[in-house]
T-cell receptor, first 109, second 113 residues
Framework: TQLLEQSPQFLSIQEGENLTVYCNSS?????LQWYRQEPGEGPVLLVT?????EVKKLKRLTFQFGDARKDSSLHITAAQPGDTGLYLC?????????FGTGTSLTVIP | DAGVIQSPRHEVTEMGQEVTLRCKPI?????LFWYRQTMMRGLELLIY????????DSGMPEDRFSAKMPNASFSTLKIQPSEPRDSAVYFC???????????FGSGTRLTVV
């Protein structure tokens, strides 16, 4: 079983600040996905990264896949209250169907 | 498409009662997953189906839990008898080989008192 550890577990910041959260695996990802879960809802897919070293941007969110495909980061620029939620990483559904431990982000207005 | 539909959204039941959670996956998706989410353990995979066949139920906590998928458009997760430690949010998700990833339902918040 692939272990997906995310850090930090909790993060509380002021609106406008920047932040980075991390996802690390005990083994190589085939490809990795990031999801955001808002309170009372299920996780929603944000992005899929496939190639080692790949960088994808989604407005103020920047996703990076490690060169060795064992880690990934999510950077948020100028965080807004609407970014509040639980951020989860997971391998693309295929052989593994496990999610990371999650980072709970609170952006304070 | 209406997305993955779960019912009920909330369920409060007494210990020892039977609980049935329901899920309608996205039409055309051939894989269905049941997850349980708690603060302590995060999102845990309970069981998944491929083409209506249970493939891996190793995450099912014990014999009190059972899941069925009688057809491509419906699945149930049953807990009998329920216990307070079963209190959690239960999510259903579906996907298929050509899909971008999981599509989750809004979950069922189960409270066993």
């Amino acid at each position: 079983t692939q272990l997906l550890e995310q850090s930090p577990q909790f993060l509380s910041i002021q609106e406008g600040e920047n932040l980075t959260v991390y996802c690390n695996s005990s083994s190589v990802f085939s490809s990795l996905q990031w999801y955001r879960q808002e309170p009372g809802e299920g996780p929603v897919l944000l992005v899929t990264v496939v190639t080692g070293g790949e960088v994808k941007k989604l407005k103020r969110l920047t996703f990076q896949f490690g060169d060795a495909r064992k880690d990934s980061s999510l950077h948020i620029t100028a965080a807004q209250p609407g970014d509040t939620g639980l951020y989860l990483c997971a391998e693309l559904p295929g052989n593994q169907f496990y999610f990371g431990t999650g980072t709970s982000l609170t952006v304070i207005p | 498409d209406a997305g993955v539909i779960q019912s009920p959204r909330h369920e409060v039941t007494e210990m020892g009662q039977e609980v049935t959670l329901r899920c309608k996956p996205i039409s055309g998706h051939n894989s269905l997953f049941w997850y349980r989410q708690t603060m302590m353990r995060g999102l845990e995979l309970l069981i998944y189906f491929n083409n209506n066949v249970p493939i891996d139920d190793s995450g099912m906590p014990e014999d009190r839990f059972s899941a069925k998928m009688p057809n491509a458009s419906f699945s149930t997760l049953k807990i009998q008898p329920s216990e307070p430690r079963d209190s959690a949010v239960y999510f259903c998700a579906s996907t298929s080989e050509g899909a971008r990833g999981y599509t989750f339902g809004s979950g069922t918040r189960l409270t066993v008192v």
